[in-house]
């Protein structure tokens, strides 16, 4: 069953989750995380800058990563109970 994520205080804290789900979908999928970039078609630099904090994802940024994981953006705003 999916929640929605509690109320976020930090920016910094919602990025972190957002992230920590591509990580887990991918994982759940056998996707190697190395091969999102490429299947997601966004540049490499800018997908581990992402993943390290450095910079915000946008809204197509996160909708092709979704795509190449074949689940809908929604999917990094919840989690699992």
Do not use: N
């Not at 929605?4 to 999928?29: F, K, M, S």
């Not at 909708?63 to 109970?81: N, S």
């Amino acid at each position: 069953m999916l929640a929605a994520w509690a109320a976020v205080d930090e920016p910094d804290e919602l990025h972190q989750r957002v992230t920590g789900r591509i990580r887990e979908i991918a994982a759940e999928r056998k996707i190697p995380v190395t091969h999102l970039p490429d299947r997601a078609a966004v540049s490499r630099a800018h997908f581990w800058d992402v993943l390290a904090g450095k910079k915000s994802p946008t809204l197509q940024w996160l909708g092709r990563i979704a795509e190449a994981l074949g689940v809908d953006a929604a999917e990094f705003f919840v989690r699992k109970q």
